[in-house]
């Protein structure tokens, strides 16, 4: 599997991913659009969010993702994502774990944006 959370051993075990997509999956259909991917994201966001500036910086992001990974999010580059970049951010990484394009992420394919939303 190509990890695009940044390394392999930050993707989710199986059974993480599993229990992940149970909590943000309130239709229970055991899937998770973009919608519901996005939902969790935002509140995920809001509790980082710390100092309650309206961004995340590298230490509120705490390993989530990449320094690399931060820099490329950062249109810019104040070293800080806003709600706005986070969620774009995720809304990339859904897309590109989405590979057979049919628009939700099973537990699989939820273990590439794992440390995104939860």
């Known amino acids: 599997m190509a990890t695009i959370v940044g390394t392999p051993a930050m993707a989710a075990s199986a059974p993480a991913a599993s229990k992940l997509l149970t909590s943000i999956d309130p239709d229970k259909d055991g899937t998770a659009d973009m919608s519901e991917v996005r939902t969790a994201a935002a ?3 809001d509790r980082l969010d710390r100092d309650k500036d309206g961004t995340l910086d590298a230490k509120e992001l705490r390993g989530r993702i990449s320094a ?3 820099k490329a999010a950062d249109p810019d580059n104040d070293g800080t994502l806003t709600k706005d970049e986070y969620l774009a951010l995720v809304e990339g ?3 590109a774990a989405d590979p057979d394009n049919d628009g939700t992420l099973d537990s699989k394919e939820l273990k590439a944006v794992a440390k995104l939303v939860k």
């Open 43 to 45: 509140a995920l966001f």
């Open 68 to 70: 690399k990974d931060l």
């Open 93 to 95: 990484r859904f897309k």
